[in-house]
């Protein structure tokens, strides 16, 4: 059993920063994709980050491309997304979430395991 433990989440102004961190627990997810979606009220969620099981490759919503960066430090399985120059859109849950596939998928229905969320609040 994995569990996926997101926090970092909070409020903040328009052009601030977040850290969000993932811890995973129950086993290592050293050879998963870790990823970031993020689900607005009213809205599907989204693809926003993903990071492949090295660290060499990321991938990026063109939504957040140049502003966030993800992150992973496989000693403490853990996964962070570096959140910059945050907008009011930016506004969702956050959810940390791991995959088998070697190539991630943006579709949040192909992903093996998730966390439960951490609210981000941006105000303008």
């Known amino acids: 059993q994995v569990q996926l433990v997101e926090s970092g989440g909070g409020w903040v102004q328009a052009g601030g920063s977040l850290r969000l961190s993932c811890v995973a627990s129950g086993r290592t997810l050293r050879s998963y994709t870790l990823g970031w979606f993020r689900q607005a009220p009213g809205k599907e969620r989204e693809f926003a980050a993903a990071?492949?099981?090295?660290?060499?490759?990321?991938y990026y919503a063109d939504s957040v491309k140049g502003r966030f960066t993800i992150s992973r430090d496989n000693a403490k399985n853990t996964v962070y997304l570096q959140m910059n120059s945050l907008k009011p859109e930016d506004t969702a849950v956050y959810y940390c979430?791991?995959?088998?596939?070697?190539?991630?998928?943006?579709?949040?229905?192909?992903?093996?395991?998730w966390g439960q969320g951490t609210q981000v609040t941006v105000s303008s």
């Open positions: 990071i492949n099981w090295s660290g060499d490759n990321t």
């Open positions: 979430a791991a995959d088998r596939a070697l190539v991630p998928n943006t579709e949040s229905r192909s992903w093996d395991y």
